[in-house]
């Protein structure tokens, strides 16, 4: 199985900030790497898929980079609405995975 | 619009079974592939299952006892769910697999429908 290791697990950045969150996968997964944001009793949402193509309708402050094993989300400037939890997924191959979770805390 | 709401989550006893639905409305469903996804209560995210035109996939974990399948005809993806441990208990969420792909992405998902097992 991929394993997907996610740095940091936890946030406490300030609204404006330039957030970076990386991804690692155990082996080479091409860009098969998808990211998401959930916040508290919903559904996660797909911010970034392919590594580096966003979602209709995700603003463009966040943003993907990476191919092969190491990945990153950034999200520009930071608005309230960003606090939220963050995971990425590979979806190279079966069984699919997720990283454990970034939490940006206010 | 596209959307998706599960269905059948409740309290069942370890070793029993549940069926879980996902209606499906406002895109083509027979065209695309789709996707369970769990959460335990304060846990992350864990991939259940995925259908697709080339295949059925399962994670381990469910392997042998849990059964995707799908009604074009009703636009409703199912998931039957047998011999149910503690493990199990969880928010299960249907996602649509973004076209293209056989895993994923999900682009988008029903609100989750929460299964617990439990004596």
């Known amino acids: 199985d991929i394993h997907m290791t996610q740095s940091p697990s936890s946030l406490s950045p300030s609204v404006g900030d330039r957030i970076t969150i990386t991804c690692r996968a155990s082996?080479?997964?091409?860009?098969?790497l998808n990211w998401y944001q959930q916040k508290p009793g919903k559904a996660p949402k797909l911010l970034i898929h392919s590594a580096s193509s966003l979602q209709s309708g995700v603003p463009s402050r966040f943003s993907g980079s990476g191919s092969g094993l190491d990945f990153t989300l950034t999200i520009s400037t930071l608005q309230p609405e960003d606090f939220a939890t963050y995971y990425c997924q590979q979806s190279y191959t079966s069984p699919v995975t997720f990283g454990q979770g970034t939490t940006l805390e206010i | 619009e596209v959307q998706l709401l599960e269905s059948g989550g409740d309290l069942v006893q370890p070793g029993g079974s549940l069926r879980l639905s996902c209606a499906a409305s406002g895109f083509t469903f027979s065209s695309y592939g789709m996707t369970w996804v769990r959460q335990a209560p304060g846990k992350g995210l864990e991939w259940v299952s995925s259908?697709?035109?080339?295949?059925?996939y399962y994670a381990d974990s469910v392997k042998g006892r849990f059964t995707l399948s799908r009604d074009n005809s009703k636009n409703t993806l199912y998931l039957q769910m047998n011999s149910l441990r503690a493990a199990d208990t969880a928010v299960y969420y249907c996602?649509?697999?973004?076209?293209?792909?056989?895993?994923?992405?999900?682009?988008?998902w029903g609100q989750g429908t929460l299964v617990t097992v439990s004596s």
């Open positions: 996602a649509r697999v973004r076209s293209g792909y056989t895993y994923g992405p999900g682009d988008y």
């Open positions: 082996h080479s997964i091409g860009n098969y």
């Open positions: 259908g697709s035109g080339v295949g059925t």
